[in-house]
């Protein structure tokens, strides 16, 4: 089943243990205003390949900014739906899921593994007073025993701060959406958000809407980075053949009808978008038809009867006629801000 207790922890971050051992852990401890936790955060998989999938951003601008800074201290759960702050790495276009790379948890030498990568940004918060961190993952606990790292009892944290979708057969019962975990951390002495972002490679990036499990038709052996076409389609479209380059979010005058998105095809051939849809970030759908040139752009306008884009911030997804992901992107309110102005992503 999906994870029993999702949700998103605020605290301050005042230490850490870098993950050692058979199934390593990057360990944080987080003080809210009334109790200790820690974070338990995966460096190594239990499967191979072992590396994880890491991505950080570290100028992290997306609506849930705004939301999240709001937030009191502790522990807040989550429902796993769309329009809300539960993280989905695949639906709620918070990164481009094909920069995510592999990194082992304990290479020799300094600032070169996921330990010391994520002690990097944990450190700096450490060190910061007025630094918040963001922790979303399934929490467990109080416990009667004390924290076998920290020692305060009692014992309760948050762990599963990766991608809990598209997970190979033996954690398949993990499977669901809007339920990933990751890292924000803000650091206002810095005026930045940085968010850390990970995954398994044993996980797939193409997942059931309902349930999130792993599409087999759509992820090519369970690669968990996004995955090329299936060998006997060799015209399906991959992940960015056509990207979604520009958008017009907040036209002069009234918005119905006049809001635009523009999609570009990076690819030598000419691609029918007949059964292709824009989605915005309520899953309403524009669904498209025709076909967008080799190397050619296409200004989509929407009607205003579907999907919208709100001036309050939101995402836009690009998903083709298996209701796949092709692209995605996301804005803030304040990006939406210029009237007239057409937002290049």
Do not use: C
């Given at each position: 089943m999906p994870l029993k207790n999702y949700g998103v922890l605020k605290g301050k971050a005042i230490d850490s243990r870098e993950g050692m051992g058979a199934s390593p852990h990057?360990?944080?401890?987080?003080?809210?205003?009334?109790?200790?936790?820690?974070?338990?955060?995966?460096?190594?998989?239990?499967?191979?390949?072992?590396?994880?999938?890491?991505?950080?951003?570290?100028?992290?601008?997306?609506?849930?900014?705004?939301?999240?800074?709001?937030?009191?201290?502790?522990?807040?759960?989550?429902?796993?739906?769309?329009?809300?702050?539960?993280?989905?790495?695949?639906?709620g276009n918070c990164f481009d899921l094909s920069m995510a790379k592999p990194l082992p948890h304990d290479i020799p030498g300094p600032d070169n593994d996921l330990n010391e990568l994520i002690h990097k940004y944990v450190a700096r918060a450490i060190a910061m007073e007025n630094s918040a961190v963001y922790a979303f993952g399934e929490k467990w606990g109080p416990e009667t025993k004390r924290d076998k790292y920290f020692g305060f009892k009692p014992g309760n944290g948050i762990h599963d701060i990766h991608a809990n979708q598209g997970n190979s057969d033996a954690w398949r019962g993990d499977d669901g959406v809007y339920q990933d975990g990751g890292l924000i951390i803000h650091l206002p002495d810095e005026a930045r958000w940085v968010a850390i972002f990970l995954a398994f490679q044993s996980q797939c990036f193409h997942t059931d809407d309902v349930t999130g499990h792993r599409i087999p038709e759509a992820c090519d052996g369970g690669g968990g980075a996004p995955p090329?076409?299936?060998?006997?389609?060799?015209?399906?479209?991959?992940?960015?053949?056509?990207?979604?380059?520009?958008?017009?979010?907040?036209?002069?005058?009234?918005?119905?009808?006049?809001?635009?998105?523009?999609?570009?095809?990076?690819?030598?051939?000419?691609?029918?978008?007949?059964?292709?849809?824009?989605?915005?970030?309520?899953?309403?759908?524009?669904?498209?038809?025709?076909?967008?040139?080799?190397?050619?752009?296409?200004?989509?306008?929407?009607?205003?009867k579907d999907a919208q884009l709100s001036n309050k911030g939101g995402i836009i997804t690009l998903?083709?006629?298996?209701?796949?992901?092709?692209?995605?992107?996301?804005?803030?309110?304040?990006?939406?801000?210029?009237?007239?102005?057409?937002m290049v992503f």
């Open positions: 990057f360990q944080i401890l987080i003080v809210d205003d009334d109790l200790r936790h820690r974070i338990a955060i995966n460096v190594k998989s239990k499967v191979e390949p072992s590396e994880l999938l890491y991505y950080v951003d570290e100028n992290f601008d997306h609506p849930m900014v705004t939301e999240l800074e709001s937030l009191l201290p502790g522990f807040h759960e989550l429902p796993s739906e769309h329009g809300g702050m539960a993280l989905d790495y695949i639906r090329g076409p299936p060998v006997d389609e060799p015209t399906e479209t991959r992940d960015k053949d056509v990207r979604i380059i520009a958008a017009l979010i907040n036209p002069e005058g009234h918005d119905y009808g006049l809001e635009s998105v523009t999609l570009l095809n990076t690819t030598p051939d000419s691609i029918d978008l007949d059964g292709w849809a824009i989605a915005d970030k309520n899953k309403k759908k524009a669904h498209l038809s025709g076909s967008i040139g080799a190397g050619e752009t296409l200004r989509i306008t929407l009607s205003g998903l083709d006629r298996k209701g796949l992901k092709v692209d995605g992107v996301s804005y803030t309110k304040k990006e939406a801000s210029g009237s007239g102005w057409t």
